[in-house]
């Protein structure tokens, strides 16, 4: 471990509880320009210093209508200001979950090609678990190793930007947080300096024996099971009552919102679990604590330094409140006094502004409960392709359930359905090896099974998948085009399928969704191919590199943001102006 050279001061003011800014004028937008300064224009050199975020379940319509409104000394105002707003984002895939989201951001690859094709998979006894689940790792938490199994990037098959700085120099120093063990593994790929996500068994953040045997110690006395019990413990009171009031879509406590583990649906609310700690934005404050810790600790201004943060609470109060709900508005507000407070203690850090960029890994839809009307959704011609009707949910377990009893009923004994981890349905080995008639008659039986529910637009096998995707795909748009909206279901399913995926693609209708299930039946949730969940935005601030204040409009393929952290970290010759360029599709 390095020695440190800590900068105490870095962590005075990360009592980060989302202090009002006060309302003030968006920054003015740019021309509609590529944005890029040329390279030579940039500072004298340095060991680079780059930040990429990733704000979990942010989606272009969220944050297109939000940023404007939020104080103009916030962390967006500033990186609008100080940098350029990709307006448009977009994934050319199926399955906008948060592990292929996070994986294609800081690899540039789609799902097909990283290996990591959802969230979770089943267990043995049926139940999801997460797709980084690995028996051979153990979690170490603060007070050790412990037994239970813990996360690791095993089936990751590409290369992250962080891999690359890292195999490139590997005295590098790179830093990974994220409340979710696939937001934190999956950006730092293989060899990061540090990687640590919480686990809600051990009330901790943790990391596992993938990456370390021990704790950091710059870590304890904020990521500790202690100090997680003490944030939760202060109430998530509102920033500013009035301003929520004036911007949600109703009242506090709307239809649709969810009881996470005693949470409640109104203000204020306390956790008093470790699941309800993840709703809080008290847990984006912790993970600028952790990442400030870690670079007061060992921060070498002689290396190159990434810091990976990936910003969990809005995907959790997504799935538990939904996006147009009082909860959803507050913690944006107290988001944005938490990256403004991290940018101030970076410069101050670095000596000069560092380089940060920032997008989200998936879009979302609002809660059937919302109408169209009050969520803002244009009808007709909505640019994200809202539905003018709402949807309904699709609970995985119950269909799980459904699915074992009707191929139990039509099959005889056997155990023939292995889980479902949404979009997919598993078989079990014992159905895979079915002789033909039989296989037949389960494909049916699963057919009619989820053709009975009205959210469920399409089921694909996913051997006709493997037949058919390498023509798809070789006929498919390439980069940038494939960022433009007019593509087929199949060549998006076709980007997001990996062989060890499930047998069945369960596509929902539009505005439907698969429940989180976080609270049952409540929230909002994501993952399908439709525009609002594949479109995001991006911030990118370079000195020197990138132009203050310009906004773009045409939509880019999400690939950029790779190139461009790749770019900034001395890993691709390519001018930034070049790699903007080479993603935008223009009309």
Known sequence: ????????????????????????????????????????????????????????????????????????????????????????????????????????????????????????????NGQRVSILRDESVRPVAWDGVRTNAGSSPSRLRAETVADRLRAANPRAFVVSVSVKDRGAIL?????????????????????????????????QGIGDRRSIVAA??????????????????????????????????????????????????AGDAIIVRLGLAAIAAEYDPTQPTLLLLSMSASDVIGHVFGP???????????????????????DARAGAPVTVLLAADHGNIS?????????????????????????????????????????????????????????????TPEARALPEARRALLDKTIRLT?????????????????????????????VPDRARLGEDVLTLVCRSWSPDAGDYYVLPRPGSFFDGELVIGKGTSHGTPYTYDRTVSMLVRAPGLIDAGAVLEDPFDFAAYAALEAAFLGLDARAPRDILEAHRAKP
């Open 367 to 427: 809660m059937p409960e919302i109408s169209p009307e009050k969520a803002g959704v244009k009808c007709p011609g909505d640019p994200f392709e809202r539905p003018c009707t709402t949807g309904t949910r699709l609970g995985p377990n119950a269909l799980r359930d459904e699915l074992i009893a009707a191929t139990k009923a039509a099959l005889g004994g056997g155990h023939w359905v292995g889980g479902l981890a949404d979009p997919y349905v598993f078989l």
């Open 1 to 124: 471990m390095r020695a440190s050279n800590a900068a105490t001061g870095l962590l005075v003011a990360l009592a980060i509880a989302g202090c009002d800014r006060g309302p003030s004028a968006p920054p003015t937008a740019g021309p509609p320009a590529l944005g890029v300064r040329d390279a030579g224009a940039a500072s004298p050199k340095r060991p680079p210093f780059v930040v990429a975020i990733v704000v979990d379940q942010l989606s272009a319509w969220v944050a297109q209508s939000r940023w404007p409104e939020l104080p103009n000394d916030g962390g967006f105002a500033r990186l609008r200001r100080e940098g350029t707003w990709v307006k448009t984002l977009r994934y050319p895939y199926a399955v906008t979950d948060t592990a292929p989201g996070h994986t294609s951001l800081h690899t540039g690859k789609l799902p097909a090609e990283s290996g990591i094709f959802g969230n979770e998979v089943p267990a043995p």
């Open 232 to 281: 939760r413990a202060k109430p998530w009171e509102l920033t500013d009552a009035a301003w929520v009031k004036a911007h949600a879509a109703g009242p506090d406590d709307q239809p649709g919102e969810g009881d996470l583990e005693g949470l409640g649906t109104t203000f204020p609310h306390v956790a008093k679990t470790a699941a309800g700690f993840r709703a809080l934005p």
């Open 450 to 478: 989820l053709g009975r529910h009205a959210a469920v637009s399409d089921v694909l096998d996913t051997r006709m998948l493997a037949t058919r995707c390498p023509e798809v795909l070789a006929h498919a748009r390439g």
């Open 324 to 346: 147009d709900s009082w909860e959803a508005w507050d913690h944006i507000r107290k988001l944005d006094a938490t990256l403004a407070s991290l940018f101030d203690a970076l």
């Open 187 to 219: 950006p730092a790929g293989k060899r990061p300096t540090y990687a640590l996500w919480f686990d809600s068994s051990l009330d901790s953040f943790v990391t596992s024996t993938a990456f370390a045997t021990s704790y950091p110690a710059w870590a």
